[in-house]
């Protein structure tokens, strides 16, 4: 993708933008459909609310940089380019999915974007993706960065600051994304950190950090596309802390109990779609144009769902798993 100099004047770039957001609020409204319907199995982390971090984060990365999404990651992994059809087969557990319908939605990695494998182990892609910082060092491949995406929660996982050290130490061009959404499950961040400033966790390790609210998409994708530069220029690793919220559950069962209708109502009216589509009409956009996008958006989903739901289920005979398998 182009970078544009001055984002607010290049129309594509800012349906791009929309378009994104919107496809990802679809499909994991749609997600949620099929699953209250029965036809997805396992479990499944939606990110409705956060949209802004997702995209603009993948959107200020090059092709040839790799990610590491999270248990939340489906915005992450379409952002990167994962066809959204493949995406959507891959959680009802159709062969034709991004993992052969192997690995659902908590596992979606699809190598050919550069997208690598979503670990459930909370805070563990953080070292894997050093090893694939360490890996373009070894190879000079300069011109690539690893990000790597992990939450709130996950912040205090040991294995978080150990990467976070050993990528400074090293010199590593590993980007680290913290999406604060105020939660882990049901406990708020204050519960877990001390100081809710979570920037100031790259500073021990000389890493530098900033903040930025997730919830303004340009925002964030000039943030990350300065910390982009940033790896570029010193070849030192950097950290963003993108501030969020989720209004959606923290996976598909969640009653709520722990947060106020008015909390959730508070954030879903800063929507980072919402606050974009009033970005756009106060830069040319009409309110037809905007409509138009979303209508786009929802018939690339109805044709992901159509295409997933005609597709062969999953098969896994003894061979293909052998021939599957890295290990
Ligand atoms: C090491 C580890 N501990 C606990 C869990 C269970 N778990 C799954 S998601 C989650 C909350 C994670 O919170 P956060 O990192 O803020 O990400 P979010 O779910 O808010 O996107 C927990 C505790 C896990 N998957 N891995
Ligand atoms: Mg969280």
Known sequence: MDHPKDVLKDRQFMERVMEYMMLVNKFEEQVFALFAQGKV????????????????SVFALEERDYIFATHRGHGQVISKGAPVKNVMAEILARQAGANHGRGGSMHIADVGVNALCIDGVLGQNCPIACGVGLSFKMKKQNDRIVAVFFGDGSMNQGAVHEAMNLAAVWELPVLFICVNNTYGMSTPLHKVSADTDLSKRGYPFGIKSVQVDGNDVLAVYETVREAREYIMKEGKPAFVVENTYRTSGHSKSDANQYRTKEEIAEWKA???????????????????????????????????????ESCPDASATPEQIEAEAYA
Do not use: C, Q, W
Request: charge should be negative; charged fraction near 30%; avoid cysteine.
């Open 41 to 56: 199995h396992g479990t499944t982390h939606l990110g409705i609310g956060e949209e802004g971090t997702g995209v603009g």
């Open 270 to 308: 800063k929507s980072p779609i919402a606050r974009f589509r009033k970005v756009m009409l106060e830069n040319g956009f009409t309110e037809a144009e905007v409509d138009a996008i979303d209508e786009r958006a929802a018939k690339t989903i109805d044709e992901a769902t159509a295409y997933a």
